[in-house]
């Protein structure tokens, strides 16, 4: 149990709930294991001719590693990390992007002030460019209809849905409708695309 701990390994009380799950924790980054997970992790290690005694006894004692066992691992409390009021995160692979009003900062896992679920992860990596100029932002143009008004309402509406901290006391319900209002939808108008736009940075329910 010991050197299982000292691998990242560790039990987990979700909320309201009284069973724990396991989880496995690198560099702050959190992901749920199981047993059978975890008696992989110890074959790879232990399987090759160095250990070949031990491993040979373990399989032997394949009950030293059943539920019971496993229950006596640390118990851990996330402290998840989250958006604040002036500062927003995104995971990538590479490292967490800290984006406040003033500067969009790289930060290695290892160095963030919380947890973040693996599955949270954004599955490529963050590269910083100079030249904001791209087709995305071409797009918010022109479905503004180039005005500067709509498109700075446009980008703060983004902005607002890409940042996870909301006042309870002041929520904003967001919707997208065609500029033309009547009795015959109009498709096309970029609504759909706005969506899978925001589905690349945080998860959106359809």
Do not use: C
């Amino acid at each position: 149990v010991k050197y299982l701990e000292r691998k990242g390994f560790r039990k987990y009380y979700p909320e309201n709930s009284v069973e724990p799950v396991l989880v496995y924790v690198s560099e702050n980054r959190v992901e749920e294991t199981s047993e059978s997970k975890i008696l992989d992790f110890i074959n790879s290690y232990i399987n090759n001719e160095e250990y070949s005694n031990v491993y040979n006894q373990f399989m032997k004692q394949s009950q030293l590693l059943k539920t019971n066992t496993l229950n006596s691992l640390e118990s851990i409390n996330f402290k998840m990390l989250e958006d604040t009021k002036d500062t927003s995160y995104i995971p990538f692979q590479n490292g967490v992007v800290k984006v406040n009003k003033n500067n969009i900062e790289l930060v290695k896992y290892i160095n963030i002030d919380g947890y973040i679920w693996k599955n949270q992860i954004i599955n490529r990596d963050f590269k910083s460019i100079e030249n904001s100029d791209n087709d995305f932002k071409d797009f918010v143009s022109k479905v503004s209809n180039s005005d500067s008004e709509r498109v700075k309402s446009l980008e703060t509406t983004l902005g607002y849905l890409t940042h996870t901290y909301k006042d309870k006391a002041d929520q904003k319900a967001i919707i997208l409708n065609d500029q033309d209002i009547d009795d015959n939808p109009n498709g096309g108008s970029g609504k759909s695309l706005m969506l899978t736009a925001l589905s690349h940075f945080r998860r959106v329910v359809k």
